[in-house]
């Protein structure tokens, strides 16, 4: 094969697969209600990685009335997002619900309803460890999200020995 035909073949390829990607988000987005609210799909992501996240104390992984507390207060938080980032979030999430997206972004084979704790836990160091950025970013935009609608409940505060916030005088 000459060079010429390989860059061809790889720009062709990039354009398939960017155009399959963007099909996929449009069809299957990642938030809906507006962008408001995440989809079954990114519910299950989500609850996913809070295991994941917080397994081995925070938070109970047969928790399930937790979990759900734990997605609603994820709703209240992504409704205030910008559009902007409400949408880029949706694109990725909708990836991220497929089978191709979540192996070719984060490499995890295992479906987000299944995937054993400690699979996902390791899947996650990796994206945090990555050299990529979009690997990286990834990882950062569940964890941090999680964090968030985590931390945002009073309830929590305690168990890292936040005694919450102080009066002003």
Known sequence: MKRRSLLKLGIGAAVVIGVAGTGVALLKPGLVEDGKKLSPGARQIFAAVARAVFDGGLLDAKDAAGIQS???RLDASIAVFPAAV???LSQV???LDTAAGRYALIGLKSDWATVPTAEL???LEGLRLSGSNTRQQIYHALRDLCSVAFFTD???WSAVGYPGPREIP
């Open 86 to 88: 409400r949408a880029e």
């Open 93 to 95: 999430l909708g990836l």
């Open 121 to 123: 836990a390791a899947v």
């Open 154 to 156: 009073p309830a929590h």
């Open 70 to 72: 734990l997605l609603d």
